[in-house]
């Protein structure tokens, strides 16, 4: 975590910080998760999610962007369609914590500079690390922390539309889906090699989640020569 953070402060804050435009703002919305354990619906958020963002405008159509979410992830096997997980009867709750770096795109040119109201669709990935407590199922079906917690890295892959509401206003809404290299968030699989033999579910499939939400941020800085992008 410290050597993502040391990244993100190189990518913010430079000699000349003056010289382009730079977001800085919130989000608010929703998580669901996709796995093992609970309902498989794709977009259906069931728990809050709360976050911070900044955003560089390197051009008026990209951005590089990082963000920092707070969620918990849920998943009831009573609320599946699966009528299996709905024997199973397994829940589950894990608290997450989301770093996300990497670039968005617009469809189309987005100047901050320029008069009037102006709006874009847009798409954004890089990598995210997800850092989660580790728990597994017991012979008996109860949910055991294993006192433990891990890193999950992962690939961001979000859809969202932005306008400017006012001089120095953003306004976004998005939903973006999380593939992580882990199938360890739901406790389908322990951590511990010791307990691998209480792993169930398909083990060839690593766990997703969705965030559903709006981003609100406010942007400053002079206006940048965009020529050399």
Not at 58 to 68: G, K, T
Not at 96 to 111: H, N, V, Y
Not at 125 to 133: A, E, M, P
Not at 188 to 211: Q, R
């Amino acid at each position: 975590m410290k050597y993502f953070l040391l990244f993100i402060l190189s990518v913010f804050i430079t000699n000349n910080v003056d010289a382009q435009i730079y977001e800085i703002g919130v989000f608010a919305g929703g998580s669901n998760f996709i796995g093992d354990v609970g309902a498989t619906d794709y977009i259906s958020p069931n728990q809050l999610a709360l976050g911070v963002l900044a955003r560089w405008n390197r051009s008026p159509r990209h951005s590089f962007r990082a963000s920092i979410i707070f969620s918990e992830l849920n998943g009831d096997d009573l609320k599946s369609d699966d009528p299996r997980r709905q024997e199973r009867g397994y829940e589950f709750n894990s608290n997450i914590i989301e770093l996300s770096a990497g670039m968005e795109f617009t469809f189309l040119d987005f100047d901050l500079h320029s008069s009037g109201m102006k709006g874009t669709p847009y798409l954004y990935s890089g990598i995210t690390l997800t850092s989660h407590d580790n728990y597994y199922f017991s012979n008996t079906g109860e949910y055991t922390s294993e006192d433990t917690s891990s890193w999950a890295l992962g690939i961001p892959m979000a859809l969202g539309y932005k306008t400017n509401i006012s001089n120095h206003i953003i306004l976004a809404a998005e939903i973006g889906a999380r593939y992580t290299f882990s199938d360890e968030l739901d406790g389908s699989v322990p951590d511990s090699v010791d307990l691998e033999s209480l792993s169930f579910g398909n083990t060839n499939n690593n766990d997703w989640y969705m965030f559903s939400g709006i981003t609100l941020t406010y942007t400053f800085g002079r206006r940048p020569c965009y020529c050399n992008f």
